[in-house]
DNA sequence: TAGCTAATTAGCTAAATGGTAAAGTATGCA
DNA sequence: TGCATACTTTACCATTTAGCTAATTAGCTA
């Protein structure tokens, strides 16, 4: 979609699309870290680090200070929380086999025995 | 992250990170429908639509049959689910006020009243 | 068989993504 | 002032992604 592919979800899903920036969101989770506390875990260079912030701060699932010469981040989970009411809209079709039943009331309704 | 990028969450989100396919995914949990169906709300080619099923095919999200000419796709939504669970560790973070309960905590913490 | 509809495949382009090394900025400290 | 630490910016490369048109496959119907 070229118009708007900006939009809030669009950010925050293609942010969660990553390993790395997932686990960094893991180890926020725990409290405030350091950029180099975070890169700690991976064997990546810091300027790819910086850019998987970027794209964490970009899509506001974390927010960033200065102390020092330090640049600690900071979970901020209201993008998770859209993520989560967006979600609701699907909750029926994976609860209770939902899906399997679905496919039996098709069938039925189509006089497929 | 070179190595399996392929992993199943990471595929999930991929495929939640564009409003067509998000929109696909909309109406199809309102029942089966065919590429045509699908297409129609957009200004879309075909064969990009097309490429929007084969990813949410290749996630998981969608289940794709034969009947005759057409291949009606059919939400499946158990990657969701995995979504959902994922979720949960970060409820927490976005429940209450929690953000700004972890900010009041770390002040004290730090004596800085 | 021919022709119609439905959908995919092939081949292309432009832009975004994830990685790198090297250079630059900001802060604290001797 | 000068140096070390922490981090970002710049410039580059390879791969992936989203879009297109044109061509092809699959199945129904006349």
Same mark, same amino acid.
């Given at each position: 979609?070229?118009?708007?592919?900006?939009?809030?979800l669009s950010l925050t899903f293609a942010a969660l699309a990553d390993p790395?920036?997932?686990?960094?969101?893991?180890?926020?989770?725990? +409290? &405030?870290?350091?950029?180099? =506390? @975070?890169?700690? &875990?991976?064997?990546?260079?810091? &300027?790819?680090?910086?850019?998987?912030?970027?794209? @964490? =701060? %970009?899509? +506001?699932?974390?927010?960033?200070? %200065? =102390?020092?010469?330090?640049r600690p981040a900071q979970l901020q989970a209201a993008p998770l929380r859209?993520?989560?009411?967006?979600? =609701?809209?699907?909750?029926?079709?994976?609860?209770?086999?939902?899906?399997? @039943?679905?496919?039996?009331? %098709?069938?039925?309704?189509? +006089?497929?025995?």
């Amino acid at each position: 979609m070229l118009p708007t592919d900006t939009d809030s979800l669009s950010l925050t899903f293609a942010a969660l699309a990553d390993p790395t920036r997932r686990a960094m969101l893991a180890r926020l989770a725990q +409290g &405030p870290a350091t950029v180099k =506390e @975070l890169a700690q &875990p991976f064997t990546l260079s810091m &300027p790819t680090i910086s850019k998987h912030l970027k794209v @964490l =701060e %970009r899509a +506001g699932l974390i927010q960033r200070g %200065r =102390e020092a010469q330090w640049r600690p981040a900071q979970l901020q989970a209201a993008p998770l929380r859209d993520v989560s009411a967006w979600l =609701e809209d699907y909750r029926q079709h994976w609860e209770a086999n939902f899906d399997r @039943l679905q496919d039996y009331l %098709r069938k039925i309704q189509k +006089g497929d025995s």
